[in-house]
Structure formats: structure tokens, C-alpha cells
């Protein structure tokens, strides 16, 4: 099976690969060929992850009112919290107690700046968690996947305290700082099985949110709602 496994996302990585090629092939605007890695994400992360995770694309809130920027991929809990809106292009905005990981998705390198603003700015909403939900194990990861060759800076991304990972796929190589572990583990082969690998486990390890009444969830909407 282990085997049958590498094979497989050998060859899944191969027909996402030339999905991407196709699509930058058929689109001239860098914002256009970007969107077309996050709908190729998406869609892989709906049909490899257990369906109790929801995946989508849009922002997440915190009671305080504050919005992070707009996420390509959100992998939530959508079965103990609500949305708080879904919008006409089916983005939407969760609190951000039921974030469980996003991934940015980039074909061209973003600048190193404007990385780690996106990353400071995240951090800063989604740090905000309802008392309920401080526990610092349930910080969401932090994920980057790129087609591109790239280099991160490291230094500017080391947490303990959440996950985060950077994956280049034409440079086959990829970095991740796993949930309690300040520095970074690089490998140079299996860039997209790698990166399935680290968001499975770092979703899976908090478990399901809530088991029962869902009564602390509710908690958490009343302020979100002002109910």
C-alpha cells in the first residue's frame, strides 16, 4: 500500500502539473493562471480529505469584527460553526474558531514582503479566538504552495505555535515547521505528497472541535451576532 500510495501521488502530481500548464497556457493575466492553482487545490483537498473538514475560499472574521485578507484555500470545521456569509461567488467569511489551515496558492513567486505581511496580518485575526478556543493547539497552519521555483526566508515564519509549511513544486522541494517545532524540515522530493502529508496530519490531530451539544460553539456565535 505504501507503495501503491507514492505511485499514486506520482501521478496525481503529474496531472495536476499539466492541469496548471494547460490553464497558463490558456490565460494571459497572472491573476487568472493564480486562480486556476486554487481551484486545482481546492478541488484535490475535497476528494482526499475526510469530509468532515469543509474546503473553500474567502476571509475569516474574529468578534472583534476584524477580517484577514481573502484566503484562497480555507480548510474549516463547518459542522459546529455557521458561515457568516457566503457571498455570490460562493467565497465566503468563518469565524475564525472553525479554521483548521489555508494555503495560499501562487504560480509566480509572491514578493517575500508581501508574504509575510499576508502571514503577519492572518495571524493577527485569527490569533483572536473566542476564550473557549485559546488552546493554543487549535492555531491554524499555515500553507504555501507554489509552482514556481522559490526560496522562503525562513526566519521571518518560525512559530511554535502553529504549523506552517512552504512547498515549490518545480524546485521539488519543501519546507515545514510542524505544530511545537520552531525550525524548519526541508526535503528535496515528493513536494505535493509532502504537502498533503503535513495538512492531513495537522487537521487531523485537533480532532473534531466540539463533541455534543455544540453549546461552546453557540457561545462563540452570540458574540460574533451580538444575540
Excluded at 483537498?45 to 472583534?64: C, D, H, I, M
Excluded at 463547518?78 to 475564525?96: K, M, Q, T, Y
Excluded at 509552482?147 to 521539488?172: C, H, T, V, W
Excluded at 495538512?199 to 457561545?219: P, S, V, W
Aim: net charge negative; glycine share 6%.
Amino acid at each position: 500500500m505504501k507503495i501503491h500510495w507514492s505511485k499514486h501521488f506520482k501521478r496525481l502530481s503529474d496531472t495536476i502539473q499539466a492541469q496548471i500548464e494547460r490553464a497558463r497556457a490558456g490565460a494571459d493575466h497572472a491573476t487568472i493562471k493564480g486562480t486556476c492553482l486554487e481551484v486545482i487545490v481546492r478541488d484535490t483537498l475535497r476528494k482526499y480529505l475526510p469530509s468532515y473538514f469543509k474546503v473553500g475560499t474567502g476571509q475569516v472574521a474574529n468578534s472583534e469584527g476584524k477580517l484577514t485578507p481573502q484566503l484562497d484555500v480555507v480548510v474549516y470545521d463547518g459542522n459546529a460553526f455557521p458561515h457568516l456569509a457566503v457571498n455570490e461567488d460562493s467565497s465566503i467569511v468563518i469565524c475564525c474558531e472553525s479554521l483548521l489551515a489555508t494555503v495560499e496558492c501562487k504560480i509566480p513567486p509572491p514578493k517575500k514582503l508581501d508574504l509575510k505581511k499576508h502571514y503577519d496580518r492572518f495571524c493577527m485575526v485569527e490569533s483572536e479566538r473566542h476564550s473557549n478556543f485559546q488552546d493554543p493547539e487549535l492555531k491554524a497552519g499555515y500553507f504555501v504552495l507554489i509552482y514556481e521555483s522559490f526560496q522562503p526566508e525562513l526566519d521571518s515564519f518560525e512559530d511554535k505555535e502553529r504549523s506552517i509549511g512552504f512547498y515549490s513544486l518545480q524546485a521539488n522541494k519543501s519546507w515545514w515547521s510542524e505544530y511545537g517545532q520552531q525550525t524548519f524540515v526541508q526535503h528535496d522530493a515528493k513536494v505535493l505528497e509532502r504537502f498533503f502529508e503535513n495538512i492531513l496530519l495537522d487537521c487531523m490531530r485537533r480532532g473534531q472541535l466540539e463533541i455534543g451539544t455544540f453549546e461552546d460553539a453557540y457561545q462563540v456565535i452570540k458574540t460574533y451576532l451580538g444575540w
